[in-house]
């Protein structure tokens, strides 16, 4: 796209906005101290400037959509409508400042308005929160997100014991597991439109009360019908800290700051439902199955007040629409405004968008078969919990307790590599800084690499716990097997996230959106069957199968590595921006050089 009709498109819009900030603050003029010429002036770009600025705001060349072509195509704009990190505000020459104002907000000379954003050093700005308060904050939200995902799991520590109770049998206690990830696939549909328009800690205070108190109904469901329908509501419920949780790490991270904690984040997952069964196996021997959640009750209730209590808003639009409240009220100025005030997105529109973008998006062959690729990793954790005590439990004779443990392995394997997903970040951070350097954007395909590396271990610890779950074979086979398949779930799990990202960036959360969604309805479905599967098939070609689907998907990472710019050439929605070829952006400061997902809102 040239820069003309970029700045043609942009100066429509701008029109737009300053003929309705005239209609509605007409009657408002600046009542205070002389301008400050020399402040004003220093915010205010020169030409070079103002063209990158142009520059980095367009989406694509000429087999990309623009902003203003992709409205005819089905999808409506790019989300979000404008880019925060980029829209700079253009100071008139003419500004003045209210003595109540401290931050010296000017007139915008584009839009007629004051636009509230943060200052360098703003105390307000969660990135500008000191290194322990962040981390304090992300060790918090991590453990929520771990409580979460033990949650839908924990109860196949024992469903024979629930089962007796209510007269059912082990394949109906199935359902308890995935009525609540169906939850955790549909919330996010609704919960992250919401906090666009709310915030985060709103949402998060809300759903989590909510979900606390309907684990209360579980414990206590004294009929089979009770304990299914609140399960499924606990699920979406709970699905809110997991989808929004990875956008309160990306408010407070700076981009070269963030690999550490999403990948601490990422792992939680992961790590939730394979301690589930251990913790509610000895629940369940130990106490009784009501136990079980009543104790999720007390840990789930104590990390809400903690996080009642502790988490500030960290969203940025949120806080600077605040900012923007208190300075029209204590100015009188109407004219304050935050950037999300100045093109608002109805709640209506955001939800038409986040059900209809992702449906769209699926039919582009990479958020396809990375969609198809993620649900069947996903299925196999979920599959491993049943898999697992017929193995251990029918064919060693292991007790509950016993056979729970051997999932440690498991977790060891997604502890490992979340360990080295620091050494990866920067191996990419180097890969990519070569082609910003240069003034080229980093292909999206560096992002596969590690899938590349990873996506051997899944097939391969499949055909170990396969052949080595015979009766008369030492239990270390299947045990041990379970590492390859916990480190191979987190290696393709971030690169995965990032590759959508880098591919659709302006699309980004759509496409995570229907990533998620498919995979929950996935991993919710594979309870249902695998039991049948094992008995029907064996218990070595019931994991076999796995094995082999798993080995065919080891094609995808390639196809894309070698293809995938072939493929998103001809996509109407990918991502290609332009960049100036006389500037060498920084890891920071290019989008496309994110060290991590911030859409992993719906992780």
Not at 118 to 124: N, V
Not at 207 to 215: C, H, N
Not at 364 to 387: C, D, K, P, R, S
Not at 428 to 450: C, D, T
């Amino acid at each position: 796209m040239s820069s003309s009709h970029s700045s043609d498109l942009y100066s429509r819009k701008s029109e737009e906005i300053r003929r309705a900030s005239d209609e509605k603050n007409s009657e408002h003029e600046d009542s205070s101290d002389n301008a400050n010429l020399d402040a004003a002036s220093h915010h205010f770009p020169d030409d070079e400037d103002f063209q990158r600025i142009i520059a980095q705001n367009s989406v694509g060349i000429e087999e990309t959509l623009t902003r203003y072509e992709s409205t005819t195509q089905g999808l409506g704009p790019p989300e979000p409508a404008l880019d925060f990190e980029k829209v700079e505000s253009h100071p008139a020459f003419d500004s003045t400042y209210h003595k109540e104002d401290k931050w010296k907000y000017p007139v915008d000379q584009e839009t007629r308005m004051r636009i509230v954003e943060f200052i360098s050093d703003d105390f307000e700005d969660p990135r500008n929160w000191s290194t322990r308060s962040k981390w304090n904050y992300t060790v918090l939200l991590g453990i929520i997100c771990f409580d979460v995902a033990m949650m839908s799991a924990v109860v196949t520590g024992d469903l024979d014991a629930p089962g007796r109770h209510f007269g059912v049998s082990t394949e109906a206690m199935c359902l308890t597991v995935s009525l609540m990830v169906w939850g955790f696939g549909l919330g996010p549909l609704l919960f992250a439109p919401l906090s666009e328009e709310t915030g985060r800690n709103p949402v998060y205070l809300v759903t989590l009360f909510i979900a606390v108190i309907f684990i209360i109904p579980c414990g206590a469901a004294q009929n089979f019908g009770t304990l299914l329908a609140f399960r499924f509501l606990d699920g979406l419920a709970f699905s809110a800290p997991m989808c929004l949780i990875g956008g309160s790490l990306s408010d407070m991270w700076r981009n070269d700051e963030r690999g550490v904690a999403m990948s601490l984040f990422s792992a939680a997952p992961f790590l939730g439902p394979v301690m589930g069964p251990i913790v509610g196996s000895l629940l369940s021997v130990k106490c009784s199955w009501r136990w079980v959640y009543w104790f999720m009750l007390i840990l789930s209730a104590c990390l809400y007040v903690v996080l009642a209590i502790f988490l500030p808003e960290t969203h940025h639009q949120t806080i600077l629409k605040k900012r923007a409240r208190a300075l029209r009220k204590r100015t009188g100025d109407s004219t304050y405004r935050a950037i999300s005030e100045i093109e608002i997105r109805t709640f209506k529109k955001i939800a038409e968008e986040t059900l209809l973008r992702p449906i769209v998006l699926l039919k582009e062959l990479i958020v396809f078969l990375i969609t198809m690729y993620m649900a069947v990793i996903y299925g196999l954790l979920y599959m491993f919990f049943f898999a697992f005590p017929m193995v251990y439990t029918e064919g060693k004779h292991f007790s509950p307790i016993k056979t729970s443990i051997m999932f440690i392995p498991v977790g060891a394997g997604v502890i490992v590599a979340t360990a080295i997903s620091p050494f990866l970040n920067r191996d990419y951070n180097k890969r990519a800084q070569r082609y910003l350097s240069q003034g080229e954007i980093p292909p999206a395909e560096l992002r596969l690499i590690p899938m590349m590396i990873g996506c051997w271990f899944i097939p391969v610890g499949l055909f170990c716990f396969a052949w080595s779950s015979f009766p008369h074979v030492s239990w270390a086979g299947p045990c041990f097997s379970g590492f390859g398949c916990g480190f191979g779930f987190l290696m393709l799990y971030n690169p995965a996230n990032n590759y959508i990202v880098d591919s659709y960036q302006h699309y980004a959360a759509s496409g995570l959106a229907a990533k998620t969604f498919v995979r929950s309805i996935w991993g919710g479905a594979v309870p249902l069957f695998t039991i049948q599967m094992y008995h029907k098939l064996g218990l070595e070609w019931a994991s076999s199968l796995m094995a082999f689907i798993s080995l065919a998907c080891c094609a995808i990472p390639f196809l894309f590595y070698f293809y995938g710019a072939r493929i998103r050439q001809r996509s109407k929605y990918a991502y290609s921006p332009i960049l100036d070829p006389n500037v060498a952006p920084d890891m920071e400061s290019h989008p496309s050089a994110l060290k991590s997902d911030e859409c992993t809102t719906t992780a």
